[in-house]
């Protein structure tokens, strides 16, 4: 078993519509990240979160501790979105070694 | 310019060949890494390195090796290339940076595509 799954692995919308994909973790962390990879490859980080709630945006992430999940919402979501969408987890704050989720191919129709 | 630049960003080479990816930031970052990512698996871990005299390896090290030459260089050499290391592979910094507002952790570089023949 992975110690980061991620759900579903590919998503399917229409422009406008809200969007959940959640990552579930087995392992204790101080920092869970979620990025984005666009066609083409580059990785970006959108959120580090450790405890609660951020929001950038349109995007929305949570976790919680207890529970080990976390879900990266996207709001009136645009085709411009679509794009792989990977949950990882790691030690302390902004430091260490990441362990990744296998991504969630998202694709947002017009 | 970008704060993490990775150099080649495609890369054609034979089996047997010795190649070099380099890596270099303007994050100020401490921590650098080198991590491959294969369709269906995900990102792996190959080294990281902490300070410039701390290198560690990662979950897939083997036929692998890198140098730190500088806070703000970290190269992954692949001693003699062999197809299965054919991969999109990806340099990241992580720390607190010299940017106040680097709330972010980690920032990855653009990837380099290596296609091992």
């Known amino acids: 078993k992975n110690e980061v799954e991620q759900s579903p692995q590919n998503l399917t919308a229409q422009e406008g519509e809200f969007i959940t994909i959640n990552c579930s973790y087995s392992?204790?962390?101080?920092?869970l990240h979620w990025l984005q990879q666009h066609p083409g490859g580059g990785i970006v980080s959108l959120f580090m979160l450790s405890s609660g709630k951020k929001k950038h945006g349109r995007l929305i992430a949570t976790i919680n501790i207890q529970e080990k999940h976390s879900s990266l919402h996207i709001t009136a979501s645009h085709p411009r979105d679509s794009a792989v969408y990977i949950c990882?987890?790691?030690?302390?704050?902004?430091?260490?070694?990441?362990?990744f989720g296998q991504g969630t191919i998202l694709t947002v129709h017009p | 310019d970008a704060d993490v630049t990775q150099t080649p960003r495609n890369r054609i080479t034979k089996t047997g060949k010795r190649i070099m990816l380099e890596c270099s930031q303007t994050k100020g970052h401490d921590r650098m890494y080198w991590y491959r990512q294969d369709p269906g698996l995900g990102l792996r871990l190959i080294y990281y390195?902490?300070?410039?005299?701390?290198?560690n390896k990662g979950e897939i090290s083997d036929g692998y090796s890198v140098s730190r030459q500088a806070q703000a260089k970290f190269s992954l050499s692949l001693e003699s290339a062999i197809p299965n290391q054919t991969a999109l592979y990806f340099c990241a910094t992580s720390g607190t940076g010299t940017d106040r507002k680097d709330n972010y952790g980690y920032t990855f570089g653009s990837g380099t595509r290596l296609t091992v023949v």
């Open positions: 392992v204790g962390i101080s920092a």
């Open positions: 390195s902490f300070d410039v005299k701390d290198i």
């Open positions: 990882a987890v790691g030690g302390g704050t902004s430091y260490g070694k990441l362990t």
